[in-house]
């Protein structure tokens, strides 16, 4: 194996110390939006249009996922449609209390902190035998959707002058 328990713990550690500087930079960013906010009603404007366009592209694009979904349960292709895919991914889980016995027994305690996402990510290399694997399909719409906009109608020059 070309790296020990200890490389990992180091490598969590420099991922939990990431998380947190992120953490800390999300939140002042925050704090100073907001005081933009109070200050600017024309950037309050542009701050409720963008959370209004990212409602309405979630739950289109939530529509789309449940589309595709429905149309690979009725004829099992992973490609319903050009612009529409199903991926299909490996969904790892495990009964925690043995997992917590089974490191305490084999002394890796200082695994016990880490978070389920990263535990995930030796677990099945540390402890196979308490690791189940089950296949999650998940619907994918493509980034470039420019093909699918519908020709504008021509503009018409204002009548009058």
């Not at 939140?27 to 600017?40: G, P």
């Not at 592209?57 to 199903?86: C, D, F």
Request: charged share 25%; aromatic share 6%; with cysteine.
């Amino acid at each position: 194996m070309p790296f020990t328990m200890q490389d990992i713990n180091t490598k969590l550690g420099d991922l939990a110390l990431m998380r947190h500087a992120h953490e800390a930079a999300t939140t002042a960013r925050k704090m100073r939006r907001e005081w933009i906010l109070s200050q600017d009603e024309d950037y309050q404007r542009l701050e409720d249009d963008v959370s209004y366009f990212e409602m309405e592209v979630g739950r289109k694009e939530e529509e789309l996922r449940g589309w595709a979904m429905a149309m690979n349960q009725a004829t099992g292709s992973k490609r319903p449609h050009p612009a529409m895919g199903i991926r299909v991914s490996e969904k790892i889980s495990w009964d925690e209390p043995k997992v917590v016995a089974w490191l305490v027994e084999h002394n890796h305690r200082s695994l016990l902190g880490v978070l389920p996402k990263e535990f995930k990510l030796v677990a099945p290399v540390l402890c196979p035998d308490l690791i189940t694997t089950a296949p999650v399909a998940t619907a994918t719409i493509a980034s470039d959707l420019d093909v699918y906009i519908p020709a504008a109608p021509p503009i018409e020059p204002p009548v009058g002058d």
